[in-house]
């Protein structure tokens, strides 16, 4: 089992900046790759970044440049720095891993709402 624990949303206006944590703990060691997903009102889940225990990162078209996804393995805690926010980047930001055997895990979700 792995769980995970989001924090650092919130409300910002459009152009600002946040920076969203997610920290792991449990069977840390199974863990291959690490992502983060968002999901809008009456929208689909969708992936927004990923990195893998290589440090091999992917972000979705429609935030690469301001998005950056990084992770520091000491504290078992991956980021999304997220710059130049938008109003449709507002959603609920979902933290999950994958591991070694497959399994995916989530955390509960943190809210990001961008509004002036």
């Known amino acids: 089992q792995v769980h995970l624990m989001e924090s650092g949303g919130g409300l910002v206006e459009p152009g600002g900046s946040l920076r969203l944590s997610c920290v792991a703990s449990?069977?840390?060691?199974?863990?291959?790759?690490r992502y983060w997903y968002r999901q809008a009102p009456g929208k689909q889940r969708e992936l927004v970044a990923a990195?893998?225990?290589?440090?091999?990162?992917n972000y979705a078209d429609s935030v690469k440049g301001r998005f950056t996804i990084s992770r520091n393995s000491a504290k078992n805690t991956v980021y999304l720095q997220m710059n130049s926010l938008k109003p449709e980047d507002t959603a609920v930001y979902y933290c999950?891993?994958?591991?070694?055997?497959?399994?995916?895990?989530w955390g509960q979700g943190t809210q990001v709402t961008v509004s002036s």
């Open positions: 990195i893998t225990s290589g440090g091999t990162t």
């Open positions: 449990g069977n840390i060691f199974s863990i291959y790759a």
């Open positions: 999950n891993v994958e591991t070694l055997t497959s399994n995916a895990y």
